[in-house]
Structures are given as C-alpha cells and as structure tokens.
C-alpha cells in the first residue's frame, strides 16, 4: 500500500506531463498495487474508477503529502495510504458481494 501510496503522490509531484498526469499516476499507482498483490484485484468500481469519481479525498492526500514534505523535510504518504486502503476494501467488498457474500452490519 505504502509504495502505491507513494508512486501516486511522486508521479503527481513530479508533473512529467503537460496533461494526464493525475491519470497517469492513478493507472500506475494501480499497477504497482496489481504487481505487488500478485493478482489482478477484483471489484468494481476499481481504485482509479472511485477516485475519478470522487476526487476530494485524493486532492487532499496529495496536498498532505506536499504539505508535510514542505513544512517537515520528510515524506509523508499516510493520508494517501488510508485512502487507497478504504477504496481497495470497497472493491474486494463488491467482488465479495458479487459472489453471494454477505458484509456484517457496521
């Protein structure tokens, strides 16, 4: 999660591109995740799916990450890996769901 957290957050800090950055870094971000579990995730709507749908929380993990290394020297992604962790668990949830499992009551 931390490295998916991070490639994210880099990619967008680093803007290699005139446009599609965000994008890019979604996608990629995604792929190291895919890479690293070993397997293709199963779910809908995907990570990048849910961020395009919602960006807020997203912008403010990239923000909290720029922030922290502006005012403290030191990268800190832990905002982005929260998120990235909520969106994941709602994507194996969907894929639970979608093969008759049933989620507790929160």
Do not use: C
Request: no cysteine.
């Amino acid at each position: 999660m931390h490295l998916s957290a991070y490639v994210m957050w880099r990619l967008n800090w680093i803007h290699p591109f005139a446009d599609g950055n965000g994008r890019t870094s979604r996608i990629v971000s995604y792929l190291v995740l895919t890479v690293r579990s070993g397997f293709i995730l199963p779910g809908v709507p995907s990570i990048p799916d849910q961020i395009a749908s919602d960006r807020t929380g997203y912008f403010e993990a990239l923000d909290a990450a720029d922030a922290a290394l502006r005012h403290t020297g030191a990268m800190d992604v832990s905002k982005m890996e929260e998120l990235l962790a909520g969106m994941l668990a709602r994507q194996l949830a969907s894929f639970y769901e979608s093969v008759g499992g049933r989620l507790p009551e929160p």
